[in-house]
């Protein structure tokens, strides 16, 4: 079921402002861009520009979320992974290095997705043979 609303809780915008301002990152920084997405989606995602590319001025880093329909929801998850590298970038970590955590997902994910095309081969095989 999806939900009416398409973008993030209050509870998470806050607590991304908050973490902007930690950082010192200002609005006034940002480059942001809307362009049309690209992959799943069908015919809302061709002709509408709901992926967000982000880019930091000062620091040069930019970040480009089209993962979901919803502008809304693209670009608060770009402004909460541009604040992430940005974090990596000052903590002196290269901004391209990826958790354990996220690893870990990555590697959950590639395993769910081959369980299911190995699922869906076997039932075309199936439906093959009649």
Known sequence: ?????????EKKQAALDQKLEKLGIRKTDLEEKFIK????GG???????????????????????GKHRSLHLNR????????EKIQALQSGRH???MSDSDRKIQKQ???RR???RKKLAGKQK????R
């Open 1 to 9: 079921m999806a939900s009416t609303n398409s973008g993030p809780s």
């Open 37 to 40: 997405a690209s992959g799943r």
């Open 43 to 65: 015919q809302k995602v061709n002709k509408s520009s709901s992926a967000v590319f982000l880019r930091h001025k000062v620091t040069g880093l930019s970040v480009k979320v």
């Open 76 to 83: 608060f998850l770009a402004l909460r992974a541009l604040a």
């Open 95 to 97: 901004p391209s290095d």
């Open 109 to 111: 994910k590639r395993r």
């Open 114 to 116: 081959q369980k299911t």
């Open 126 to 129: 199936q439906e093959d043979q």
